[in-house]
């Protein structure tokens, strides 16, 4: 079966780095995607990897690995503003995405 | 630049009445078009998604249907709502080319089902 995993929730403090991780088992595989959610809003993109290695923007970064199934999100200068979900989401040889539920990031002063 | 639309952004609505959201995307042609259920503490539901007029293709078997009047325009409907399909319900388009998918999601909309 297909299957996106990631932590409920993290909690990290403003000024810090925070590393989400994401697992990912997908019928063959076009990307893997990582999308922004604060609460009550619709999904916004961050970023997307096809290839192994680390795509850098600005203050996000995010790693892929394809031989692991394993991702993660890097966001570095944690401000208040970034407490929001963050969904990973695989590709399938269909160029279906699969969700993971979400991670919760709550940022405290 | 493109946008998408979609409303109403919150319902409540008796079990058994119907159900109606509409989306339409501006400054695309022949976008897919997607509905998306997202639950509380689950990961985003694929309901249907459409790559041309009239055709629609449902994920997960339900009280739900979608129709594509136009090139533009999306609709969910329902017939008989279940106390079930409360959710947030998200409609989201990408471009034809699969190279990279990303979606473009609209403001949402929250229905409550009592």
């Known amino acids: 079966g297909q299957n996106i995993d990631q932590p409920t929730e993290m909690t990290a403090t403003e000024g810090a780095i925070v590393q989400i991780n994401c697992t990912y088992q997908?019928?063959?595989?076009?990307?893997l995607f990582w999308y922004q959610q604060h609460a009550g809003e619709a999904p916004t993109f961050l970023s997307y990897?096809?290839l192994d290695g680390l795509e850098e923007k600005g203050r996000f970064s995010s790693f892929l690995s394809r031989s692991k199934g394993y991702s993660y999100l890097l966001l570095k200068e944690l401000q208040m503003k970034d407490s929001a979900s963050y969904l990973c989401a695989g590709m399938d040889s269909n160029y279906q995405l699969i969700w993971g539920a979400g991670t919760k990031l709550i940022i405290k002063p | 630049s493109q946008t998408i639309h979609q409303w109403p952004a919150t319902l409540v609505q008796p079990v058994g009445s119907p159900l109606s959201l509409e989306c339409t995307v501006e400054?695309?042609?022949?976008?897919?078009l997607y509905w998306y259920r997202q639950a509380a503490g689950r990961g985003l539901q694929l309901l249907f998604y459409?790559?041309?007029?009239?055709?629609i293709s449902s994920e997960v078997p339900q009280n739900l249907s979608a129709s594509r009047p136009q090139d533009r325009q999306f609709i969910l409907s329902s017939k008989k709502l279940l106390l079930s399909d409360s959710g947030f319900y998200l409609c989201a388009w990408s471009t034809g080319t699969s190279d990279t998918g990303e979606l473009f999601f609209g403001e949402g909309s929250r229905l409550t089902v009592l």
């Open positions: 990897n096809v």
């Open positions: 997908t019928s063959g595989f076009n990307g």
């Open positions: 400054g695309t042609s022949n976008p897919n």
């Open positions: 459409s790559v041309g007029i009239g055709q």
